[in-house]
């Protein structure tokens, strides 16, 4: 019995021990509040949380190491850094991210008081990051993707599907050991596949192969910014057909072609995930929840929900902590 339970303490210090380790640090309270916390996983990816109010103006300064691609989700207050060897400045507000290479330069940043800072960062090793577009793709896909990731920074909207991928990766505690990292590793790959799409646009690798001009992919690709920068209250195709000045019939059929969905089934995929993340983070009601997302009726919003999900949304926070 006694080597029993000193087999299973050992067994249990070494999954601790061998699972993802997070670091956390508080803002000192003369400074401000909030929180940054870092977690370290498997081929040196680095997730990072930052939730920051200070409470007078903040200056802060770094070096940017080269050995990292950088993505960047601003999830409240705008944010805008400079680059001093390259003297320009980048910038992302609410909902917004970009993706860069480290530049090996000092970047300067100012933390405007009274703002409430929250955002989340990945750090991908260059040498993984080639890694993966060798590994999923062909020659001239890893081209496209270098020309674009390696030499400049993009900017995309966070959509609902990233906002839930993000909530996710907080749940690796619920896992010991090497089931962490591999949780990890899983959610890292499936944003990196939305992320990737949305920075592309399809509009490097699909643009040769779809009969289509530039400036009529743009508008198609301008209408879905526009619809997930206003789910809840998305325009109608006629609205949107107006607001980028291109024919209904043209922007529904290229719609449906880039993103292999009509319009209207997108929409109401991007309300019901983004609902779901909802039910999981929140303490909201189905009711409320189903008007944040833009349902005007309740029943319609939790038919359409258990059709997608397979459970009411009254009960989708129990069956998916069940499954755990």
């Known amino acids: 019995m006694t080597y029993n339970n000193c087999y299973l303490n050992q067994l249990y210090n070494d999954l601790i021990s061998n699972s993802p380790q997070t670091i956390a640090l508080d803002i000192p309270n003369e400074l401000g509040s909030g929180r940054i916390t870092q977690t370290k996983i498997k081929h040196g990816v680095i997730l990072s949380d930052w939730e920051l109010n200070y409470r007078s103006d903040m200056n802060v300064q770094g070096c940017v190491s080269k050995e990292y691609m950088q993505i960047i989700f601003c999830l409240n207050d705008g944010i805008s850094w400079g680059i001093m060897d390259e003297r320009r400045s980048v910038s992302i507000k609410k909902n917004e991210s970009c993706i860069y290479a480290g530049h090996g330069g000092t970047e300067y940043i100012c933390y405007k008081k009274d703002s409430n800072f929250l955002f989340k960062s990945i750090k991908i090793p260059v040498s993984y990051f080639s890694h993966l577009l060798a590994d999923y793709f062909d020659g001239q896909e890893v081209t496209a993707y270098e020309k674009k990731l390696l030499n400049g920074i993009s900017k995309v909207p966070v959509t609902p599907v990233m906002e839930q991928i993000l909530a996710e990766t907080s749940r690796f505690t619920q896992y010991r050991g090497g089931l962490g990292y591999l949780y990890l590793d ?139």
């Open 186 to 324: 899983g959610k890292l790959l499936e944003l990196l596949s939305i992320y990737l799409s949305e920075v592309l646009e399809l509009d490097i690798l699909m643009g040769n192969n779809i009969s289509m001009s530039r400036t009529e992919r743009t508008a198609i690709m301008e209408a879905k910014r526009i619809i997930d920068g206003q789910l809840a209250f998305a325009p109608s195709c006629e609205e949107l057909s107006r607001m980028v000045h291109l024919s209904m019939t043209k922007l529904t059929r290229g719609f449906s072609t880039f993103y292999g969905m009509p319009i209207h089934q997108y929409i109401i995929e991007q309300r019901l995930t983004q609902a779901a993340q909802l039910l999981l983070e929140g303490d909201w009601n189905v009711s409320e929840v189903a008007t944040i997302v833009g349902y005007g009726k309740a029943s319609n919003f939790a038919a359409a929900f258990k059709k997608r999900y397979g459970v009411a949304p009254k009960n989708y926070r129990g069956s998916r902590f069940d499954r755990t």
